[in-house]
């Protein structure tokens, strides 16, 4: 049969996604998803969820959760779009500025869905690559590199190194680049601080979160971005039209509204990440400092396949990233205290004794 897909789709590799395996017991520290539960709040929203409303269609604008949002963020309504999940709100970016001749430029290594959905606009990726040596910075020429990308992504902190890079330098970009700045915060909750800020200040920023992570929601699917209202009123012309479930809208906006429950779980788990860190670098570890909930460790014999696989066969699952670079490390989601016991257990077995 001959291909009906655009040449583009026939020549996809598609995004991977991080395992969901099935195993009992298993110690699940591979997509970085928080080991604790929602806020009291959003499970509380979830239990009084009236279903029977269900026969309606949601608000196509989710104009709660975007008034809740714009309000905590210091901006307004029209200034910010929600998602499902924040690689929703990618898909649609990537939609809007991205094409053959529209190259995005991302850095190396960074998040893998982003070349995929370059791909499908059949778009040109400009690679910057981070300095490994120096714990993965960005070089200084970053936007000369970034030439005439159209949109230039910056995952800080990053993802999968864990690192974030100096705040000046990315208003530095923001005002040099002549395209789109799109900051992924996906995990700028465990941060010291964050580029929000910027989307008010420059009419070519875009910051995105998600819930995935610090809100503990990965399984609701709730992202989002702020920009300049040109930029959303262009957005939300890609936008499904119910892009965002009512489930997910009372949900998410209880969550959201929760501000010391998220406060407080983050600091617990900057507290086991540091803790974890320390305790690794002391068995012969190289950690990349994280701004994250999640470390990018490589053991003492630089095989980090090898070291995936031993913590496997035991029952606890890390994400390894094949490459001359990522090949070397794996990147470990902070868990719980008792979790990251157990791993500390098997590494100390494996290369302390
Ligand atoms: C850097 C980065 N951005 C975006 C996402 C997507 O998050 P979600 O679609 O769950 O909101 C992830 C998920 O792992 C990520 O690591």
């Known amino acids: 049969m001959p291909s009906y897909f ?8 598609g995004y991977t996604p991080g395992e969901q395996p099935k195993i009992n017991n298993l110690i699940k520290l591979n997509t970085n998803e928080n080991p604790y539960p929602p806020s009291p709040a959003a499970l509380r929203a979830a239990h009084e969820f009236d279903a029977e409303l269900l026969h309606r269609y949601p608000d196509p604008n989710a104009d709660m959760l975007r008034d809740a949002i714009a309000q905590v963020n210091s901006v307004r309504r029209e200034n910010v779009i929600a998602g499902n999940g924040s690689d929703d709100i990618l898909t649609m970016t990537f939609r809007a500025f991205t094409a053959p001749d529209k190259p995005l430029a991302c850095l190396d290594p960074s998040y893998s869905l982003y070349p995929v959905l370059a791909a499908m606009q059949g ?3 400009i690679r910057i690559t981070l300095d490994a040596a120096a714990d993965f910075a960005m070089p200084d020429d970053a936007v000369k590199r970034a030439g005439n ?10 993802a999968p ?3 974030t890079f ?9 005002r040099e680049f002549k395209g789109i700045v799109m900051f992924d915060e996906a995990y700028a909750d465990f941060a010291d601080d964050n580029c929000m800020e910027f989307a008010s200040e420059f009419d070519n920023v875009i910051v995105s979160r998600t819930f995935s992570k610090s809100y503990a ?6 992202g989002y971005a702020v920009a300049s ?8 012309k890609l936008k499904d039209s119910y892009n ?13 509204l929760d501000r010391a429950y998220l406060a407080r779980r983050c600091a617990e788990l900057r507290t086991i990440r540091d803790e974890l860190r320390g305790r690794l670098l002391a068995i012969g570890f190289r950690v990349i400092p994280s701004s994250t909930n999640f470390l990018f460790a490589a053991p003492p014999d630089g095989d980090g396949e090898a070291y995936f696989r031993y913590l496997r066969d035991n029952a606890v699952l890390v994400r390894y990233f094949k490459g001359p670079v990522t090949g070397s490390f794996v990147r470990i989601t902070v868990g719980t205290p008792a979790e990251a016991e157990r791993l500390l257990e098997l590494s100390h077995d494996r290369y302390a004794k």
């Open 6 to 13: 655009r040449p583009e789709i026939d020549a996809l590799d």
């Open 123 to 125: 778009a040109p990726v």
């Open 149 to 158: 990308a159209n949109i230039f992504i910056i995952t800080r902190p990053n």
């Open 161 to 163: 190194t864990g690192n």
């Open 166 to 174: 100096d705040r000046e330098y990315m208003r530095t970009i923001c």
């Open 217 to 222: 929601l990965a399984g609701l699917r709730l």
């Open 229 to 236: 209202p040109k930029i959303i009123e262009g957005l939300f």
């Open 244 to 256: 965002l479930d009512r489930f997910t809208q009372a949900v998410g906006r209880a969550a959201f």
